[in-house]
């Protein structure tokens, strides 16, 4: 079927053929792959990523039925054909076909129906491919498969995937000291934990201090970011998938079977699709699990932690986690400060860090310099813990020196600096030209001494000039010095005296 043919159907005019033409610009502008059937399952438009995604030709798919060109596919299994049969859309459905030259390809589909005054002409479907993705999570199963089966029988005394201890957590603030109290109080059970807190205030460290510090520390610890794949490659590396299950799909136990006897930790939890989420509640409820397109269920005992970012409640809220999922895990719940609401450990952080990084670089860093200690105190650490964490480890790239400087920091710290330099400063005014004991100037302070000396002295000058109507004799008696010598500063501070004198000045009148 030629652009001539899809135009003829569609209006059968120069300007249908235009605006075919014009469609098929902007699709093959955008980075998903499109495949549009008419509704007898033909191709009508197929742009050059779909094309891509699949190695084929445009005119070895435009007008020729899908299951012509995709013979692995089956009415029952096409999402394209599917639409057509219900008219209802499906949406990120993993889909595993072998195009007719025997290319096996993965890919994430969302399939509309298109209709015209409420009649199902055909359907669309934008897809992602997903193969290389699908290849990598099933490779990272399959080694850890091999990983736990080589230590079956001699768990060693620290999980393979849980490092870090109580030990780890630094920091000596109230919030802190009674969080790592709480968080060692529910390592002795076995109930789940939800951890949150914005990214970077080490979330995974508290879950991790958590699994070393209870009864499963000789089980395995598995953690999971539930926002690194689609909701079908998610279920299958969670709960496992049975050879035959879908094309390509072969007996592979699931992260929850390999956690058996230890934790599994479920970052970004928020993330997982709701579907998946019924799931995983099944599986906390029932403790056990079923792998894609198996009957069998099998028992596992895992303890599970879960992750978000966001306050829990505020996802239940949006419709990001299921309230009663939220329930499930919440049994305890450990809320982590941002380093800003923490101030006093930044300190013991930058040391810590230091001597970490000293140790890795072979250096002997012996600290900050005061400037770069103040940028450090008054920044607010949007990134948190491992923002800090970032910005030492790239200053000491830098130096050469014993000490972290200015110079050494990204440029958004670097920026602080400059705006604290600027900040307005407010000084007492002392002496007789302050109107009462409680008088202030505010002035700008530059950063260094001697700019900021010249600032209160403009300033000063400044005030006691206002306050004697621009008179200098007077304004000098009012500062207490010589009028020859505020003449003389009035010119190394720049203001004109000309200006500053006026017709008041008490020489003109032989004073």
Request: glycine letters at 8%.
């Amino acid at each position: 079927m030629n652009a001539d043919t899809v135009s003829g159907q569609i209006k059968g005019d120069g300007s249908s053929r235009e605006l075919l033409e014009n469609l098929r610009v902007i699709l093959d502008s955008i980075d998903e792959g499109i495949h549009v059937v008419d509704k007898n399952g033909v191709t009508v438009l197929y742009n050059k990523v779909a094309a891509q995604l699949d190695n084929l030709k445009e005119e070895e798919v435009v007008g020729k039925h899908i299951l012509d060109v995709f013979p692995s596919l089956s009415r029952e299994t096409s999402t394209l054909l599917q639409v057509l049969r219900t008219g209802q859309p499906i949406c990120n459905r993993e889909q595993t076909f072998t195009t007719y030259k025997g290319d096996e390809i993965t890919t994430l589909n969302s399939t509309l129906p298109v209709k015209v005054d409420g009649k199902l002409v055909g359907a669309v479907e934008v897809s992602r491919n997903i193969t290389l993705m699908r290849e990598m999570a099933h490779r990272i199963v399959d080694l850890q498969v091999e990983l736990f089966g080589r230590r079956e029988g001699k768990r060693e005394a620290e999980s393979e995937g849980a490092h870090y201890t109580f030990r780890d957590i630094v920091g000596e603030s109230e919030c802190i000291l009674e969080l790592k109290r709480k968080a060692a109080r529910a390592a002795a059970s076995s109930s789940a934990v939800l951890v949150y807190g914005e990214t970077g205030t080490g979330k995974e460290l508290f879950v991790q201090a958590i699994h070393n510090a209870g009864p499963r520390a000789r089980g395995p610890f598995v953690a999971q970011n539930c926002a690194a794949f689609p909701e079908g490659l998610l279920e299958g590396i969670l709960f496992g998938t049975t050879k035959g299950s879908f094309t390509g799909a072969q007996d592979r136990p699931g992260l929850f079977e390999l956690a058996d006897g230890g934790s599994i930790f479920l970052d970004e939890i928020d993330s997982m699709p709701a579907s998946l989420q019924a799931k995983l509640l099944r599986v906390l409820s029932e403790k056990c699990v079923r792998r894609v397109g198996d009957t069998r269920v099998r028992r596992v005992d895992v303890r599970v932690m879960a992750a978000m970012s966001r306050p829990p409640l505020d996802a239940v809220a949006q419709g990001m986690l299921r309230e009663d999922l939220y329930y499930r895990l919440n049994v305890i719940s450990l809320g982590i400060p941002p380093l800003r609401e923490r101030r006093e450990d930044i300190p013991l952080l930058t040391a810590h860090f230091i001597a970490k990084f000293n140790a890795q670089l072979m250096m002997s860093v012996k600290g900050l310099s005061d400037e770069v200690a103040r940028v450090f105190s008054s920044y607010d650490w949007p990134g948190n813990v491992r923002e800090l964490e970032h910005a030492i480890e790239g200053a000491m790239h830098l130096l050469d020196g014993d000490f972290i400087m200015l110079e050494h920091l990204p440029e958004n710290l670097r920026s602080v600096a400059t705006q604290s330099a600027r900040r307005p400063v407010t000084v007492p005014v002392p002496g007789p030209c302050a109107d009462g004991p409680d008088a202030r100037v505010t002035l700008e302070f530059q950063g260094d001494f001697r700019s900021a000396v010249a600032g209160i002295e403009s300033s000063l000058v400044r005030k006691a000039l206002a306050d004697s109507g621009g008179n200098i004799s007077r304004a000098a008696r009012l500062l207490g010095i010589p009028r020859q010598t505020l003449q003389y500063r009035l010119k190394k501070l720049g203001i004109d005296p000309r200006a500053a004198e006026g017709a008041n000045d008490e020489s003109s009148a032989g004073g």
